[in-house]
């Protein structure tokens, strides 16, 4: 037997290999010789899986991705060794689709400190909690007696405060639309116990949203195709916020085939912003330089940290992929 047993694990350890390579895809350009404390120098971008429409919120979940595809209606659910992934929910925006919404999916996701699921649903227009037996709790469907237009994006503050944008993007006509209550796109705060408050009407198309790892700052990421940007807020002690401006201009990196405007963002341990933008996601240091580029290629929506945190794991037009780093993400 003792002669046997290499012969025997051989063949099992080569296809454990295959079944864990993944086929790589685009490229990491540096901008800066920080970048190198972040990702490696032989750092790769795998992809994981393919074959969606528009694939949003990539988040970790008891050790598997989940993700939107929001024109769909669907999320999607993927764990290591997979080629594919497989359908988690559906409909996952709260409701059937209907002509009267352009893309009537989910969108942003997150996790809370309990472990659960919250989705951010164009179709119900609605930030919802996903409950174990399946149910779908409605968190906030309005700001006073106002619908929300299709809540987009979200983050979890320590103390079980969300932040979450409100552009028209799930609306047909966004704007235009005949559904659309609210005269403005805004950024809102819901407390845990459960009251809604505006943070700010100012940003006309406000998407990707993200804390630093003190609270003490507000991320706000702004999809205006002539100006894609990133906006900075002071967190104030009761939760508001104060002194926005402009953090990071990503209007210069348009155009040379760089696709994607400023989408969803996420920030790691050390401050770092790895924001979705013109090229796919940026890297940015805390006082708003830029670093370099995960360049996938494609319009790239949004990231999120998972594994042990040190993954970030990427939605990039019709695909899922991820970038080993060298950084953790806040929460892990």
């Not at 996952?92 to 209907?98: A, D, H, L, R, V």
């Not at 469907?141 to 799930?170: E, Q, W």
């Not at 407390?191 to 706000?220: C, F, H, M, Q």
Request: neutral net charge; aromatic residues 8%; charged residues 25%.
């Amino acid at each position: 037997m003792k002669r046997l047993l290499p012969f025997l694990l051989f063949p099992v350890l080569a296809i454990a290999a295959d079944e864990a390579a993944y086929p790589t895809m685009g490229k990491i350009t540096r901008a800066d010789p920080g970048l190198d404390k972040l990702i490696a120098k032989d750092a790769v971008i795998e992809k994981l899986a393919e074959g969606f429409k528009w694939a949003e919120g990539p988040v970790w979940k008891n050790g598997e991705v989940l993700f939107s595809d929001v024109p769909q209606n669907k999320i999607h659910r993927w764990k290591e060794g997979q080629k594919t992934a497989e359908v988690f929910l559906t409909p996952s925006g709260g409701i059937e689709s209907t002509p009267e919404f352009r893309e009537p999916g989910s969108n942003g996701l997150a996790v809370d400190a309990a472990s659960n699921l919250l989705i951010c649903q164009h179709g119900a227009r609605r930030v919802a909690r996903l409950e174990a037996d399946g149910r779908q709790t409605s968190l906030a469907d309005r700001v006073g007696d106002k619908r929300f237009n299709s809540p987009n994006d979200l983050v979890v503050a320590k103390n079980g405060d969300l932040y979450f944008t409100d552009p028209p993007y799930g609306l047909t006509g966004t704007d235009k639309s005949p559904l659309k209550e609210l005269p403005y796109n805004g950024v809102f705060r819901l407390t845990k116990a459960g009251v809604v408050s505006v943070v700010t009407k100012d940003v006309d198309w406000p998407n990707g949203i993200a804390l630093s790892p003190d609270e003490k700052r507000l991320y706000v990421a702004v999809s205006d195709g002539a100006k894609p940007r990133i906006m900075a807020f002071d967190v104030q002690q009761d939760g508001s916020v104060a002194n926005g401006g402009v953090f990071f201009d990503a209007e210069p990196l348009k155009g040379s085939g760089r696709h994607g405007s400023c989408d969803g963002l996420k920030v790691d341990q050390a401050g770092n912003i790895f924001a979705t933008g013109p090229g796919g996601v940026l890297i940015i240091s805390p006082e708003g330089k830029h670093l370099g580029t995960i360049e996938t290629g494609k319009a790239t929506a949004n990231c999120g940290w998972g594994d042990d945190g040190s993954t970030l794991y990427i939605t990039a037009q019709d695909t899922l992929c991820r970038v080993k780093t060298l950084t953790k993400g806040v929460g892990f």
